[in-house]
């Protein structure tokens, strides 16, 4: 069997443009649902934010105009969107095309990271958080909401371990196995906290949870 850490290859032009087409349409309800959590978890964030895996903007109208934002978005059919939401919320958006594993930017050069949804198809989670903790300043916060593995020898996590293979094609080469509270734990940052929570069906398949959010201070 695969390592969870095991990513899909890389998707064609065709697959992420549909991706791009219909992701709103797709996370519409979980949107709704997660969108008490998420005004919590992003308050307080200010000054230079880098998001990695912005989608198509989403997090958006739970952020500040004043903040200074660079997108990292692999899905160049997705920038679009992100343009005109950051817009509509007030935000001067720069966007690179690139992966969380390789942040065009300064050692401590930012306030805040955020994630969302997103460390689950990194094709190198160390990597990709060894990155993060580099560019955060001394005190800098990366801010996560994260669906996880289940608990080993739970039937949720049997579940998971057997559909991952096929979950990724689907899924944007999404790991539903992958231990990410573990993983932050393990990245050098000073202090992490973590909340751990299930949603519902709907909005959300039952082997997309658990979730976590939180935040991993440098």
């Not at 160390?126 to 990155?131: D, G, N, V």
């Not at 005190?139 to 990724?168: D, K, M, S």
Request: charged share 20%.
């Amino acid at each position: 069997m695969n390592t969870p850490q095991a990513v899909a290859r890389p998707r064609s032009g065709l697959y992420r443009r549909m991706m791009a087409r219909f992701y709103d349409r797709m996370m519409a309800d979980y949107e709704t649902w997660i969108e008490a959590r998420k005004h919590t978890l992003f308050s307080g964030v200010s000054g230079r934010v880098i998001e990695v895996g912005p989608g198509t903007g989403n997090n958006f109208r739970h952020l500040p105009a004043t903040i200074e934002w660079l997108g990292i978005e692999p899905n160049p059919y997705m920038h679009e969107s992100l343009r005109q939401k950051a817009h509509a919320a007030g935000i001067k958006p720069r966007l690179h095309a690139g992966v969380a594993g390789a942040l065009p930017e300064a050692d401590a050069s930012a306030d805040y990271v955020i994630s969302t949804l997103v460390f689950c198809s990194v094709p190198d989670l160390p990597q990709a958080l060894t990155e993060i903790h580099r560019v955060l300043k001394p005190g800098g916060r990366l801010i996560f909401l994260e669906h996880v593995a289940a608990a080993r020898g739970t039937g949720l996590r049997l579940i998971q371990n057997l559909i991952r293979p096929a979950w990724q094609v689907i899924g944007d080469g999404c790991c539903i196995n992958r231990d990410i509270g573990t993983a932050i734990r393990a990245a050098g940052f000073s202090t992490v906290h973590l909340e751990e929570f299930r949603v519902p069906r709907p909005p959300a398949p039952p082997w997309v949870s658990p979730h976590i959010m939180g935040h991993a201070t440098r």
